[in-house]
């Protein structure tokens, strides 16, 4: 059922693969690359990939693999994503709801680093927010909550009066472990139980509330509340 929802906010919080960018057709040629070069079956590993740290997807494919030879390797495919943006575009709707963003609290929450989202936002034609949290920033890869709580904690926001948006199981699961709502962009959020679900971006009309909170009006399906 489709329905119009509204959640209170003092901060949002973005993934960007899948969310604010369509990077699949890159994710995919990188990745399947990856694949055969390992010998695994590619529907198999993307299903795995979308919103961890590339280390962090190797050790779930390669359970017996030493992580210093999954961090060496994450090194490589980080090069191979950043160098290929072909195809790469906004999830409509995202540049029109980022400018509505600004002069209130938000921030980046990326698995990506700070070289392939530069390159990847750019390729959208999307500006980067000023508040970034990337793979540099943390110790641990979605689903781990950290670099939601990292950014909420950079905000200066309590985690409960965030607002998270994520299209992946990884993602959301973070989102979830760090006591914060999920709003659910894209097909692949839906089957992970966020508090609501949007087909993409104009779907979500931002109001600033005079009290400093962001009001978000959700066109989508789920079970938000206020």
């Given at each position: 059922m489709t329905a119009t929802a509204v959640l209170t906010a003092r901060a949002l919080l973005l993934d960007m693969d899948g969310t604010l960018v369509n990077s699949d057709a890159s994710v995919e040629r990188v990745w399947r690359?990856?694949?055969?070069?390992?010998?695994?079956?590619?529907?198999e590993v993307m299903k795995v990939v979308h919103g961890r740290q590339g280390y962090a997807s190797m050790a779930l494919l390669l359970p017996d693999r030493p992580m210093k030879q999954n961090h060496a390797?994450?090194?490589?495919?980080l090069a191979e994503e950043t160098a290929d943006t072909e195809g790469v575009v906004e999830i409509p709707?995202?540049?029109?709801?980022?400018a509505s963003l600004r002069g209130l609290p938000h921030a980046l929450v990326t698995s990506a680093d700070v070289a392939l989202s530069t390159a990847r936002m750019a390729a959208a034609g999307l500006d980067l927010p000023a508040v970034r949290v990337t793979?540099?920033?943390?110790g641990a890869s979605k689903p781990d909550p950290e670099g939601f709580l990292k950014g909420a904690a950079e905000l200066g926001v309590d985690p409960a009066d965030c607002v998270v948006f994520e299209d992946s199981g990884a993602g959301i699961a973070a989102g979830r472990a760090a006591g914060m709502r999920v709003v659910g962009v894209g097909p692949r959020a839906g089957f992970h139980d966020p508090d609501v679900v949007v087909r993409d971006l104009t779907q979500v009309r931002v109001e600033a509330g005079s009290d400093g909170t962001v009001?978000?009006?959700?066109t989508g399906s789920g079970r938000a509340g206020a």
């Amino acid at each position: 059922m489709t329905a119009t929802a509204v959640l209170t906010a003092r901060a949002l919080l973005l993934d960007m693969d899948g969310t604010l960018v369509n990077s699949d057709a890159s994710v995919e040629r990188v990745w399947r690359r990856w694949a055969d070069r390992h010998g695994l079956d590619g529907d198999e590993v993307m299903k795995v990939v979308h919103g961890r740290q590339g280390y962090a997807s190797m050790a779930l494919l390669l359970p017996d693999r030493p992580m210093k030879q999954n961090h060496a390797d994450n090194a490589r495919m980080l090069a191979e994503e950043t160098a290929d943006t072909e195809g790469v575009v906004e999830i409509p709707g995202a540049r029109a709801f980022l400018a509505s963003l600004r002069g209130l609290p938000h921030a980046l929450v990326t698995s990506a680093d700070v070289a392939l989202s530069t390159a990847r936002m750019a390729a959208a034609g999307l500006d980067l927010p000023a508040v970034r949290v990337t793979a540099e920033s943390v110790g641990a890869s979605k689903p781990d909550p950290e670099g939601f709580l990292k950014g909420a904690a950079e905000l200066g926001v309590d985690p409960a009066d965030c607002v998270v948006f994520e299209d992946s199981g990884a993602g959301i699961a973070a989102g979830r472990a760090a006591g914060m709502r999920v709003v659910g962009v894209g097909p692949r959020a839906g089957f992970h139980d966020p508090d609501v679900v949007v087909r993409d971006l104009t779907q979500v009309r931002v109001e600033a509330g005079s009290d400093g909170t962001v009001r978000l009006h959700v066109t989508g399906s789920g079970r938000a509340g206020a």
